[in-house]
């Protein structure tokens, strides 16, 4: 498992038995591993720990695994995610479609197949890691600087306000990809607040003017993508 002595693993497991067993092989490989044994607690941690890699079983007490992730979701899309279950159970596989997991895992799991999935999730965090730290350029010598969340045109910062970084940032993580409106609503405004795409539609109308002509592309009835040279 190359690099994971780099990160850090929540595992949420109510069977006590299970939870040591699989902690102790996970402590092998990682950095830190944390412990919980429900999903109230598991949140707890994960707001004080901030683990890289949570491995979450569906069926645990106070908030299940499916309704833990999706909180953690409403402001982390980038923490990897494996969920446990101990059947196949088709509503909660289509419930947590849209949770952005890495593997989702039938018990009981081999440790053959856990390490293949927590390789899967470093190799995920490796290749974001290495990418998030790049300049990105834009056309007519822009260009972006991940780390600081700056836009520069010929190494002179460009003012943005603070919804504009926010949005730019998120484009520069895919770019030349399409990023849809969901994604841009969930990331920049988790409260709920009226007509979303019309807040989108203004704040990317800013940004336009201050970027080359043609970086940012509206993808009908999808979201926006970044082209980058």
Same mark, same amino acid.
């Not at 949570?54 to 494996?82: F, S």
């Given at each position: ?13 109510? *069977? ?12 092998? %490989? %990682?950095?830190?591993?944390? *412990? ?13 720990? +901030? ?41 909660? $596989? ?5 949770? +952005? ?9 081999? +440790? ?15 290749? %974001? ?8 350029? $834009? ?10 969340? *700056? ?8 003012? $943005? ?6 949005? %730019? ?61």
């Amino acid at each position: 498992m190359n690099n994971a002595q780099d990160y850090r693993v929540l595992y949420v497991e109510d *069977e006590l038995e299970i939870r040591t067993r699989y902690s102790l092989y996970l402590k092998r %490989f %990682f950095k830190d591993v944390y *412990e919980a044994d429900d999903g109230v607690k598991a949140y707890e941690i994960y707001k004080q720990k +901030r683990p890289d890699i949570l491995v979450i079983d569906i069926n645990i007490p106070n908030l299940n695994g499916i309704e833990l992730l999706r909180k953690i979701r409403k402001n982390d899309h980038n923490t990897k995610a494996i969920m446990l279950t101990a059947h196949s159970d088709k509503n909660s $596989l289509l419930e947590s479609m849209d949770l +952005r997991l890495t593997k989702y895992l039938i018990k009981p799991v081999s +440790r053959e197949t856990l390490k293949s999935a927590l390789d899967s999730a470093t190799a995920e965090l490796i290749k %974001f890691n290495i990418f998030s730290k790049k300049i990105l350029s $834009l056309k007519d010598s822009y260009h972006w600087d991940n780390d600081s969340k *700056e836009l520069f045109c010929n190494n002179l910062p460009i003012a $943005l306000t603070k919804n504009e970084k926010e949005l %730019f940032h998120l484009l520069c993580l895919k770019p030349n990809s399409t990023v849809s409106y969901e994604n841009i609503t969930y990331e920049l405004w988790p409260e709920d607040i009226n007509d979303k795409y019309s807040a989108i539609k203004t704040l990317v109308k800013g940004l336009r003017k201050k970027l080359p002509e043609d970086t940012l592309e509206n993808i009908r009835s999808t979201g926006y993508k970044l082209k980058t040279v």
